[in-house]
């Protein structure tokens, strides 16, 4: 049965500009799209493009959305073409939620790992996360002066709880000689992984390093790409790899590859508003993870607390995120698409 579409885009300012490996982003922007059967009941879905992570760009979403007839039916859902993964993921996640509302969740207890920010403020920041029980943290690594941050990394550790790991993320802001003075440091420390420390593209030394090195080494930024994602599975990447559902385009297909190939995956978020963090969480839901705490540190980054997914703590319960409903995320949204 045909569903009626319409979309409305939104612009959302971070509670704190974020200092990334690529540069300091202050607001996101995105769609929301709104499918609505006949009998009146809708259902969200989110487009959050990042094409610094490969994905399509909010323009293409756009113009993917006003293409779009007024009635969809599951292959025109199903259809959206691998370029879009976003668009992919929104109008798949949106679809489920309103034709299967009651396919049920795994119940599960799921671990969620603490976002540090860059810099000396992990310090204190990873105090705070281990007094509010989380024991698995991700530190921002590769935005300030190189051998500063290694000679803090100790300072972190200290902070973390008893049994606690640190993962390390570098945005792919490292070189070759950087990456190895980094896996020399992490020798013997309590670090769960380290996450794309060479850019996208440098293949042959990222092998060389899974394989030199015991901490393990994750691929994010160069497994956004499904296309990617696929060709390094095929190759059998030793590591671990980061995936960002609302990025990676369908759901469904994201699931069957990497349960096909036994993947060892940590789910991540993408800074999505409400409706996207929680489709994205019902993605890690449904996978077989093993025991591996989400990066879903970004809940919370609105300065508009109505568009932040309620913090879940440091374990996500599968029946709390089944049960929590939307938002007035659709009313906050606007009608008019920007001309900018
Ligand atoms: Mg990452």
């Known amino acids: 049965m045909p569903v009626r579409f319409e979309y409305r885009t939104f612009r959302a300012a971070f509670r704190q500009p974020l200092a990334t490996a690529h540069g300091v982003w202050s607001e996101r922007e995105g769609v929301f799209v709104r499918l609505t059967a006949e009998t009146g009941r809708s259902a969200l ?43 992919r993921f929104a109008l798949e996640t949106a679809w489920d939620a309103l034709q299967r509302p009651d396919d049920p969740v795994p119940v599960r207890q799921l671990p969620l790992a603490a976002l540090l920010p860059a810099g000396p403020a992990a310090v204190e920041a990873a105090t705070r996360a281990a007094a509010r029980g989380f024991t698995t943290m991700k530190w921002k690594v590769g935005v300030g002066d190189d051998a500063a941050e290694r000679a803090l990394l100790p300072h972190v550790l200290a902070a973390l709880p008893a049994g606690g790991r640190l993962r390390l993320d570098a945005n792919g802001a490292w070189d070759l000689a950087e990456a190895r003075l980094w896996l020399q440091a992490c020798e013997g420390r309590p670090i769960e992984f380290i ?22 080494l994750a691929l994010d930024e160069s497994v956004a790409h499904e296309a990617d ?69 970004t809940i919370g980054c609105f300065a508009d607390e109505r568009l932040n997914l309620p913090e879940p703590g440091p374990t996500l319960s599968t029946k709390w995120l089944a049960r929590l409903a939307p938002g007035p995320l659709w009313e906050l949204s606007s009608p008019v698409p920007p001309t900018a």
């Open 45 to 87: 879905g989110e487009i959050a493009p990042l094409p610094a992570w490969g994905s399509e760009p909010l323009a293409a979403a756009l113009a993917f959305c006003t293409a779009l007839p007024a009635m969809l039916d599951e292959a025109a859902v199903r259809a959206v073409p691998p370029t879009l993964p976003c668009c």
């Open 229 to 297: 994602l696929h060709r390094w599975l095929d190759f059998g990447w030793p590591g671990i790899y980061v995936l960002k559902p609302a990025l990676a385009g369908s759901p469904r297909g994201i699931l069957k590859l990497i349960a096909d190939y036994e993947a060892e995956v940590v789910f991540s978020s993408a800074f999505e508003t409400a409706v996207g963090a929680r489709a994205a969480l019902l993605v890690a839901a449904r996978a077989n993870l093993a025991g591996r705490a989400l990066g879903f540190g």
């Open 195 to 216: 996450e794309q420390p060479l850019p996208v593209g440098r293949e042959q030394p990222v092998l060389e390093l899974a394989t030199a090195f015991a901490t393990r």
